[in-house]
Nanobody, 114 residues
Framework: QVQLVESGGGLVQAGGSLRLSCVVS????????IGWYRQAPGKQRELVAK???????DYLDSVQGRFTISRDGAANTVYLQMNNLKPEDTAVYYC????????WGQGTQVTVFS
């Protein structure tokens, strides 16, 4: 059973930064890409950023240039550096492969106030 543990969220003023971490543990299988998703109240979960095994990254248009995804294979950890945060970034953030392959973790709440 794979476990995903997200952390690093918090309350931040618009323009601020946060760094999210996702630790993957358990019996994993090889995946092509892993990503960060978010779900705002009343909205569907969306893929925000992903990184493939060869290091290729892709981002949601609204976060391009502000968010950076990275991974530490040795530590089985995926990061999301979020800069210049906006109130519309407020959501619960989760990690999972793309396409989704594992049970969702508890997520980490990001709240951006203006």
């Amino acid at each position: 059973q794979v476990q995903l543990v997200e952390s690093g969220g918090g309350l931040v003023q618009a323009g601020g930064s946060l760094r999210l971490s996702c630790v993957v543990s358990g019996r994993t299988i090889r995946i092509n890409a892993i990503g960060w998703y978010r779900q705002a109240p009343g909205k569907q979960r969306e893929l925000v950023a992903k990184i493939s095994n060869n290091g290729y990254t892709d981002y949601l248009d609204s976060v391009q240039g502000r968010f950076t995804i990275s991974r530490d294979g040795a530590a089985n950890t995926v990061y999301l550096q979020m800069n210049n945060l906006k109130p519309e970034d407020t959501a619960v953030y989760y990690c999972n492969p793309d396409p989704v392959a594992w049970p969702w973790g508890q997520g980490t709440q990001v709240t951006v106030f203006s």
